[in-house]
């Protein structure tokens, strides 16, 4: 079993910057990928960045130039900067790991709890 806890939510004034860090535990061989997703009230959960164990990235639109995401493989903890941040941020970030277990696993997907990001005056 692999555990991923977020860190890093809080309350923050429109323009303001926040760092949310993930750090994943367990039964770990190696990771494919740790990412962020987000979902705000009445909406369906979507992906806001994701890095693979190769550094590649991809951003949804909503937030590229604004967020960066980045990893700590030997701490394999991963985070996400948010600068210039907006009300339409507001959601409960979750950290999704893509976990490999042994050499020869493709990988399992573990989500943690998530951390609540309010964006407000």
């Known amino acids: 079993q692999v555990q991923l806890v977020e860190s890093g939510g809080g309350l923050v004034q429109p323009g303001g910057s926040l760092r949310l860090s993930c750090a994943a535990s367990g039964s770990i061989f190696s990771i494919n990928a740790m990412g962020w997703y987000r979902q705000a009230p009445g909406k369906e959960r979507e992906l806001v960045a994701v890095?693979?164990?190769?550094?590649?990235?991809n951003y949804a639109d909503s937030v590229k130039g604004r967020f960066t995401i980045s990893r700590d493989t030997a701490k394999n903890t991963v985070y996400l900067q948010m600068n210039s941040l907006k009300p339409e941020d507001t959601a409960v970030y979750y950290c999704?790991?893509?976990?490999?277990?042994?050499?020869?696993?493709?990988?399992?997907?573990?989500w943690g709890k998530g951390t609540l990001v309010t964006v407000s005056s």
């Open positions: 999704m790991g893509n976990v490999r277990h042994m050499l020869n696993d493709g990988g399992t997907e573990y």
């Open positions: 890095v693979t164990s190769d550094d590649m990235t």
